[in-house]
């Protein structure tokens, strides 16, 4: 297993496509967006066929794609994005004049992408990695997520059609087929620039420790999912009981409980705890069973599951029914506070629609739980605004624990614009300080370089005096256009 | 060694001090500058004898610190630097509304700084790294350096008169002494968020790992120096033979070489080599002795010397004199490029005035030279604008090895600005995507966070409708005042 040839390629795509202009970057993207659209046809059923999720997400999850991918093109084209800032020359500065120093985000090169197996299109193979990398400049060597063999195929087709409309380098993108030995060799490349990586928490870290571990460490960006804990309050619960159990369960259930985002932990007051789970237990009746992403996923479940079903501190509100092992069938159990904070294990994300009802007594135990909670993609707060007026000091706790902290509606759903934050401190990622949906995205594949005195006609043109981009600018600390 | 108390009070202090509005943390630092300013009697005397350094060096560097204080002081009462961005809710839209989301950037909370030997004042105590991460909203956990402990004690007491001043919580700051047990300890307790460092590539790395090995990771920003090298081309040392010999030298032994910027390798056509080293030669005669920091670092200096002193294949234009050990004496060996290209060796920074000129004999050396070279802080290019216009390749080359690419002057003494970049490819950093010097280092210590549908009154300001303090936004793409 030599990737050697890729990445020299790669590595000479990179050199000249870094310095085209942004306009025929994004170009090249709408160009992608076009050809996947005219292919819709073909990659649907093959995405519906290996990842048994219903044609109509699949026909959603695609236009979401093209959807992000017209995004980072507008991005791209409008061209801000690399932070422009320039210290104009100093020359009659006393004691010492300043020299001209112009500083913009330029791609790191060569970066290395990992498909997700629940997002078969719009986090994997042209999915929201590969794109922010490659409207930062970035060419990309895709692993493919094996569970989804035939749609990456096809979908790479599509990126090489696209490449080659806009007579670009194919070594801009690279399909690489294989297991884990493969994607350990990519993550250990010497011309590896950066890592990109949506899975578990094993998967994720076995990567972070590989780049730390190079001769020349790596960044890697491992979004590793999280149990996006809910705390709800009594009025909140006392007026919206039966809306919030349906929003909840609707949530949890959304396509198999297989996202990232799932709530799989809410906090409920005790007074309010038999009405809320009644209401709770009442909708489940109606969650009919389907097929997760594969067998391998749903065994790991029901494992998961027959593990907690072992601890006696959780009384089971509806246990999972593994008819068929493919099928995901929900579960749901509850535990006291005090018992839940007494061993981290259930904390530990079951990817799938498994819930955990944590009842608690008082706020003091809404702090203590807040203080002990692993860091989480997201946390909402249900609560009446007179109740949420007294919880400032919770809030500001959680503040700390998430990546994105909701007061309605709930986790699943990721928006995909200027303001998306999806990360948030360990272990939910390995990179708090980034996010792996929306347009800021592209800042995880790109390094600040500031260029001294450099002659104009040698300046990118971000940099150049008169701004022929027309883009915002930092100059002397001041952003103007 | 416990530092659970200290830690727990940062931490406390953390949650008091983090949502302070950006005009009262800038008040706080520009009252620490000024009582910096108000000791400088007594804070210049201790740092020339602990550092060595003369006492108009550390008057400078007493400027730069209170004016690098005032530069992020500016900073966070302006307030745009946290990126707001808001994607206001569309409720109307189909198939699904969209939610309001706001994003900005929040401080990471308690962080471990470690100060360096070469700045014992604007890189130390209340340096940059302090600073930066004050002005984001971070508690600093200090470990002094052992190399100025009376400097860094009194800086320390200026710091707490500040913060009584200003009424704040005085674990905002904690000045912990000790060696590489309480550094390691520091860098370990689970409430640290970052640690940023100034050192040596083994303390640096050092710290990296055991950052990466710890149950909940940790960035480590260390800036670890570089050989900053300079590329010269024939037509420019023929024209201003002279004057570039004496800039090169004059920045080799600034500060007995002691400078992460110090260009401790230079490249020279072979036609050209013999003029540049005569002229060099020159030089390097008035250059007299001056004592380093400290007998530790004229120790590895002089064995490192030593140790290079055993190739053969370096020729040694002036070579080191080690009269008394706390001297630091200039020395200068040159290489053919076929012999450095085949050793990464040569590539090795010596902390110190010791300068490697390598001579070269066509420009494909040189661009074998350019992919062959480690990543730097700097690398500074010396062409006529002719002879530029055809290594455009090598430029852009040049630019995946560097923070930040010079075409006049020298690298040393680097500016606090808003367009500095003072960072680099690994091996000069392990943080490539962050610099330690200008406005942007305040970035490094905080993360992004979205709040979604969170009520106005509950909203940092930043974030608020009517935009209360009047900052630069991002609203729905387009940025706005």
Redesign the interface.
Known sequence: MNFDSIFNSAQEAF?FYK?LPGTEKGAFLDTMADVLESHRSEIVPLAVKESNLPEGRINGELGRTTGQIRLFA?LVKEG?WVEA???PALPDRTP?P??D???FL?P??PVVVFGASNFPLAFSTAGGDTISALAAGCPVIYKAHPAHPETSRKVADCIHQAILKCGLPSALFTHVEGGIAEGQALVKHPLAKAVAFTGSHAGGMAL??LA?QRE????VYAEMGSVNPIFTFPHKLEKENQALAKAFISSLTLGVGQFCTNPGLIFVPEAQAKAFENAVAAELKDIAVAPMLHPGIAQAYYDSIQFLESREELRWVKVADPKHLINGSTAMAEIKAADWLKDTLFQKEVFGAFAMMVVYQSEDELLEIAQHLH?QLTITVWAE?EE?QNQ??L???L??K????????VPT?V?V?????H?G???ST?A????SVG??AI?RF??????????QE?LPDALRDGNPLGI?R?V??N?EK
């Open positions: 050199l310095n507008n801000s800032t320039i210290d010492l300043r020299a120093i112009r500083r330029t790191l090169g972070f420790h730390n020349n460490p790596i960044p860091g605004a949420l400032l000091f809030v500001n706790l503040e700390e998430c990546g994105r902290l909701l007061f309605k509606g759903g928006e614009g200027y303001a998306m934050q990360g401190p360990f272990p390995t708090p300080n980034s996010t347009a800021h800042k790109a390094r600040p370089i500031a260029f001294q005195d450099m002659p040698l915002w930092m002397n600390g952003l």
